[in-house]
């Protein structure tokens, strides 16, 4: 592709942290997305180890799951080449751009942020100030590359909204510096469930019983599925608000076998909860396979991978930096 072709496409950002096994979750609300997209637009797909941060991490399995992430971007088909796969902390404008920012959002909208109380409660021996300005950095990632769209999980989508309530409070003082962001979700598949606790969404940080990992093996798989919490009806109806366990193994079941839900709940009918588990354990198992093949394979170059992540930090760097500069000129910043 010619460098003109590039640069005429709209900007796509988007992340994933570092923090745990990436979950069917994680893949189906987002990655997924990322795939579909990925031609469309120019992209930047950053592994945000700096976000992942907020919570206490052992620092060498922080290390691994972040090569891990890189490898398993490229195994669920992003392309190293076109796409700009890096780590947020090799490009130390994330952070310069955050601090500007936080000068610029109220401690009373980062208090509203629903997952800084979800958070604060799980752990609540460090609430630390990092936990609160998550939302900030998350502002900074997207706002440093003038990103149109950032396909993201339902859970993100509050953090959206406050980054371009930022924007454009910077833009109303300072002119048109940064392009305001559209969330882009495919409704249906944007919050997969636990499987334990289908009241709560599926997250790679909860035990490891209530999610599926990319990387989980077929016998890992039938076990989680096996014992995924149902509900005491025998009827397999989409009912997420009554039957949330049931209505989760269909949207799993839909989102990877590219049925719709209607067409899925008709193939089920008759049939009882043992089949449907049975089903969505064989199309998970199936829909993974080519990704932890191609993973395994990925993950035994190490020093492919490294190339990928320092020439696309190198990349990104240099787009970040001419929006840091433009907003460091703005606020007045000296600049020599
Ligand atoms: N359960 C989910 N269903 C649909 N989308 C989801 N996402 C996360 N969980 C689900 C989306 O995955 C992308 C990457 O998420 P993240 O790593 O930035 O952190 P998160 O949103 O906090 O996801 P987790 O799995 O719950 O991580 P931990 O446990 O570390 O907090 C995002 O687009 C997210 O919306």
Redesign the pocket.
């Known amino acids: 592709m010619t460098e003109t072709k590039i640069k005429t496409k709209p900007i796509l950002f988007?992340?994933?942290?570092?923090?745990?096994a990436?979950?069917i979750?994680?893949?189906?609300?987002?990655?997924r997305n990322f795939v579909l997209l990925k031609d469309s637009y120019r992209c930047l797909f950053s592994i945000?180890d700096l976000?992942?941060l907020t919570?206490r991490r052992e620092p060498a399995l922080l290390r691994r799951r972040t090569v891990e992430l890189a490898a398993l971007y490229i195994a669920c088909g992003l392309d190293p080449e076109e796409n700009l796969i890096y780590c947020q902390s090799h490009v130390p404008e994330h952070a310069e751009l955050t601090w500007i920012l936080s000068c610029y959002t109220y401690m009373g909208e980062l208090s509203r942020m629903t997952?800084f109380k979800a958070?604060s409660e799980t752990n609540s021996d460090n609430i630390n100030a990092g936990l609160f300005t998550y939302p900030v950095l998350m502002a900074a990632d997207i706002l440093l590359y003038q990103t149109q769209i950032v396909?993201?999980?339902?859970?993100?989508?509050q953090h959206l909204e406050i980054t371009r309530d930022i924007a454009q409070r910077f833009n109303a003082l300072y002119g048109d510096v940064f392009v305001v962001p559209e969330v882009y979700m495919h409704k249906e598949?944007?919050?997969?469930?636990?499987l334990s606790d289908p009241s709560r969404?599926?997250?790679?940080?909860?035990p490891e019983e209530s999610?599926i990992s990319l990387l989980d093996s077929p016998d890992d798989i039938r076990r989680k599925l096996k014992r995924a919490v149902t509900d005491s009806d025998t009827n397999i109806a989409f009912d997420p608000e009554n039957k949330p366990g049931v209505s989760n193994l269909i949207t799993i079941y839909s989102a990877l076998s590219g049925d719709s839900v209607e067409k899925t709940v008709k193939h089920f009918n008759g049939k009882g909860y043992g089949d449907l588990k049975k089903e969505v354990t064989e199309v998970v198992i199936e829909s993974l396979k080519p990704i932890q093949d191609r993973f395994n394979e990925l993950i035994k170059d190490k020093q492919y991978i490294n190339g990928i992540l320092k020439y696309n930090a190198e990349r990104a760097g240099s787009i970040a930096q001419r929006t840091l500069r433009k907003v460091y000129k703005k606020v007045g910043l000296y600049q020599l």
């Open positions: 988007s992340g994933v942290q570092p923090s745990g990436i979950t979750g994680n893949y189906i609300g987002a990655i945000v976000h992942a919570v997952q958070k396909p993201v999980g339902a859970d993100q989508k598949t944007a919050k997969i469930m636990s969404k599926m997250s790679k940080s909860d999610y």
